[in-house]
């Protein structure tokens, strides 16, 4: 296959990448604490410099390298809303909630729409259970509402009742998303440490908006369209060359 034809069939494979990672953000766009992908390609790609634009880097390669999608997740903390819901919280810091899933598996989620259960344990929408420091955390309906201090403390009433468990990771990235929570990979260490009380930062009332922002996820749609569009024109153009040279050596023969 020609070079530049190769090239252009990559840079179309990153850019299908890209465009399910952008329709992936865009529908959840309204999920409680929900961290988008983002996509990126080589810097290196047709002898650019370390920052140009993906626009740029896929508007033509002339150097003989392909580009190379990668792909991440933007784990920056989103905007804070009020919900006025008691059974909400938001973490205001570092962190994620661990919850226990209902195969019994631990996953963690910055999701903190969560609810009250029939059994009296607080639980994610999904039925998850939400863990503290001594496991689920189970409230007595005959103490009162549940409160939820700034340091993750639970009482009722004036009786303390659990401790909400944050983890913290050292390489996020290494997460593997599921089912709108992610799981530790046992063969990609994230490095989890439980965060100390007095660093736990914890809002009742409030949800951790998703980290979508759809301006410019509407802006990288139309990039990847008109980038796609060019690089179907150079393969394109690429083989009317060649059904050209294919003609013109048969006639000469």
């Known amino acids: 296959m020609n070079i530049g034809m190769a090239q252009s069939a990559a840079a179309m494979h990153g850019l299908e990448q890209w465009q399910q990672a952008v329709s992936h953000n865009l529908a959840a766009a309204q999920v409680a604490g929900y961290k988008p992908l983002q996509g990126s390609f080589d810097a290196t790609l047709a002898g650019k410099m370390p920052g140009s634009t993906n626009s740029e880097l896929l508007a033509d390669s002339v150097d003989g390298r392909s580009p190379t999608y990668h792909q991440s997740r933007n784990f920056t903390g989103g905007e804070i809303r009020s919900t006025d819901n008691p059974n909400d919280l938001a973490i205001t810091g570092e962190g994620f909630f661990g919850i226990e899933a209902p195969d019994g598996e631990t996953m963690y989620t910055r999701n903190g729409e969560f609810h009250i259960s029939p059994e009296n344990y607080l639980v994610t929408s999904n039925g998850s259970l939400v863990l503290g420091d001594s496991g689920p955390i189970e409230l007595d309906p005959t103490l009162g509402p549940m409160k939820v201090a700034a340091d993750g403390t639970i009482s009722q009433g ?86 050209q040279t294919i003609q013109t050596l048969g006639d000469t023969r």
């Open 158 to 243: 004036l009786q303390p009742v659990g401790q909400i468990q944050l983890t913290q990771f050292e390489n996020p990235q290494n997460l593997v998303a599921a089912g709108g929570s992610f799981k530790v990979d046992p063969d990609n260490d994230p490095g989890a440490t439980t965060l100390a009380k007095e660093n736990v930062q914890i809002a009742q009332g409030f949800v951790e908006e998703a980290g979508v922002k759809p301006i410019e996820e509407m802006v990288n749609l139309i990039t990847i369209s008109r980038a796609y569009e060019t690089h179907q024109k150079i393969i394109q153009s690429y083989d009317q060359r060649l059904q």
